[in-house]
């Protein structure tokens, strides 16, 4: 496997410039524009994120998600509240969320604390959801050791039908995540590995921005 990995290209580039500084005062509004950037660059899923937590032994835990909203509280992503992924933040709500779009070079790594939002929000992101990822929300099994595929279709099929009785039905552990971060930092990568790292840290008077080394 060693010498398959050695022959596949990494960071082949070109990639855009980097002017750190140059570059907005608060993180939000690059990672808005990076984010416009590779969705410009018809990038497959530009909004896919690895959610990084803990769980309670401590173990490091990490999945893809989606990224639901960006506003002045923090980035969203929403989940089933019953899961692993909402006992853990429960437990522990210190996370990170790591963005990367290879076509560009490019990398945002946030770390912060994960607050649910306010109860209508979590409601209109549930009922936003289509019909499929409701009713598999509604099973509240996730990540339950599945017995065979006929289980899962009947608990699919009853959820569909109260959906169909139901149609403004909400999971009562449906929980839409805000992560409001205390350091964000910008990656741009280089063909020659002489990366551009830029690193936003909330102090009390606002980001302080560092670089870093590569």
């Not at 803990?54 to 989606?66: K, M, S």
């Not at 990367?100 to 409601?123: D, K, S, T």
Request: hydrophobic share 40%; no cysteine; aromatic share 8%.
């Amino acid at each position: 496997m060693r010498d398959e990995l050695r022959i596949l290209k990494s960071l082949a580039g070109p990639f855009p410039a980097f002017e750190a500084d140059l570059t907005p005062d608060e993180p939000r509004e690059l990672f808005s524009t990076w984010l416009r950037n590779a969705i410009e660059a018809e990038i497959k899923e530009p909004h896919a994120m690895v959610l990084s937590t803990v769980d309670a032994n401590g173990v490091p835990d990490a999945r893809v998600l989606i990224l639901k909203n960006l506003d002045q509280r923090g980035w969203h992503f929403a989940t089933t509240g019953s899961g692993p992924k909402g006992r853990q933040i429960a437990a522990n709500p210190s996370v990170a969320l790591t963005f990367y779009w290879p076509q560009l070079g490019r990398q945002v790594r946030l770390r912060g604390m994960a607050f649910q939002a306010e109860a209508h929000e979590r409601y209109a992101d549930f009922r936003a959801r289509a019909a499929g990822a409701k009713a598999v929300a509604l099973t509240e099994r996730q990540s339950e050791v599945l017995g065979s595929s006929q289980e899962l279709d009947d608990a699919l099929a009853l959820q569909h039908r109260r959906l169909q009785d139901e149609p403004d039905l909400v999971s009562a552990n449906w929980a839409l995540f805000i992560v409001m971060p205390h350091e964000v930092e910008f990656w741009q990568g280089d063909s020659e590995r002489r990366h551009h790292r830029l690193r936003y840290r909330r102090e009390k008077a606002g980001w302080l921005k560092e670089r870093l080394w590569p």
